[in-house]
């Protein structure tokens, strides 16, 4: 048999005919047609699995020709980037996948949209991605892990995992710096508030699996500062949701961390950003220094990034597109927003950032590769390398 079974250990060699995936077989490969030997096309390969993290490693390289993998997970989570190997060269990487479904309880489920239903971060199977100019592999093994932490994500659109080309977030690259000893799990979503994701049930999954010494990092404002009506506002309503996340976390003895949300692209004459968030950055500051709560000013930083990119040069970090540039895309994209591939790779390098300047102990498990960041100097946007999913939406995220 292809599958190997020893206790919770999940293996499959890639180099030997493998299913399609079915709910019978409960493994196999999904969504596009199995890899052949000599093909260079991106691939999936799907595993059912109960809620958790595991431990997937991955052997990359094939004996018959060179090879460029990278791979991802889920819903376009980052994981190992353009991997070259020779002929007849391996590489080994290992990396944790958090899985989740929306069930909460026998009586209760997170009430995720209509538009989520189809993502894969959501469904019963832990999805892995092998992507690149030609991807190869050997072998997955999958490992559920009950031990390593875990780095729960509250936001919206600007950190969600965004399945379909162009768009993506930081959320979803993040993991790509982080180690074995590392789960990211991701539970934002486009078009949310502090209140919507309270509400929705999502803030009561995350505690239902969150463990202590877990940590809670929360990004909301752009949509909660168009919330109107008696109560609402930067320093009432979501001032007092931050604080329920905050005593939530600490409850389950996990630390909560603000992330102060990211700048819209909106620019001056004189080729400064536009402040656009109103008092909801320093609310969130106020609460952080009230309640004693680390803080990343991605406000600050995204501010930086867009002024030295410049007015023109911003928009390669942004969904902006001419027509015709993807599958149905009749009118160009201009979102100034949203982040593309590249845009979301410098936004998660400045939380990488974040999180060291604060010196939390998850700073030794950040990945020897890391290089020191700062958005004054972002990477050249031309030399960023990213193969593309073949998923494409030209519908923009909720939110704004």
Known sequence: MPLIVISKTMSYDLTKNQPLYSDVNGYGYDFQPAPTSKSLKPFYFSVKVDDGNYKVTVILGSKSRAANTTVRAESRRLFVENVNTKKGQYATYQFIVNKRCPKIDEKESVKIKLREKSKLNWDDKLTLEFNGDAPAVKSITIEKDDSCKTIYLCGNSTVVDQDNEPWASWGQMIPRWFNQNIAIANYAESGETATSFIAAGRLKKALSMIKPGDYILMEFGH????????????????????????????????????????????????GKIIETHGDYPAAMMAVAKRENVQLIDLHQMTRELFETLGVDNSRKALVHYPANTFPGQTKALEDNTHFNPYGAYEVAKCIVMGIKKLNLPIVKDIKNDFKDYSPTHPDDFNTFKWSQTPFTDIVKPDGN
């Open 223 to 270: 949509n909660d500062q168009k919330e109107k009506g008696p109560g609402k506002g930067a320093y009432y309503n979501f001032s007092m949701n931050l604080k329920v996340f905050v005593d939530e976390a600490r409850a389950h003895g996990a630390i909560p961390v603000f992330v102060t949300p990211t700048q819209r692209r909106n620019f001056d004459n004189n």
